[in-house]
């Protein structure tokens, strides 16, 4: 062999192996992101679960803004917002992980006319074919739920949605 064989064949080499060392490390960081998804979504499911077993009548003061409104007393029920402990927070001051959202305006009414495409709303929830403006927390026979979870994770911001519709 001639030393220019021999040179070439270590150019060869060297590609092959950086090409399998980069293989190795995007498999590595898939790897990363495929478990913080995976966290993600359990916990979404775990709030799902959670929203559903909860009585249709008392969704709504269980799981939004005014803890006075809680079914077992005032600031007894989860709230709105949850930390997911294993996920690294979007924002530096650790603003918790997850929402759940519900069809409720900023004073916790149920309202049908609200835009909140994720909800599929506006959309009637009384089952009277209309979509208005009214209070709807006591007579709605569907509340569409969603549960968004947001995390800085290896590849940059993320974020995890599960939705449903609870009937009674």
Known sequence: M????TALSMVVLAV?????LSVLVSSMELDAVNRETKIAF??????IEMVRAERFNQVVA?????????PQ???TAPGP???VAELPSVAAGGAPHGAIVLPVDAAGTVRENLSIPALGLPRDLNGDNLV??????ADAILIPVLVRVRWSGTTGARESALSTVLRP
């Open 2 to 5: 001639s030393l220019v064989e």
């Open 62 to 70: 269980a799981f939004n803004l005014d803890p006075a409104d809680d």
């Open 73 to 75: 007393g005032a600031g």
């Open 81 to 83: 917002t949850f930390s």
């Open 42 to 47: 359990d916990a979404a499911r775990a709030r």
């Open 132 to 137: 208005d403006g009214d209070d709807h927390t």
């Open 16 to 20: 092959a192996c950086l090409t399998a």
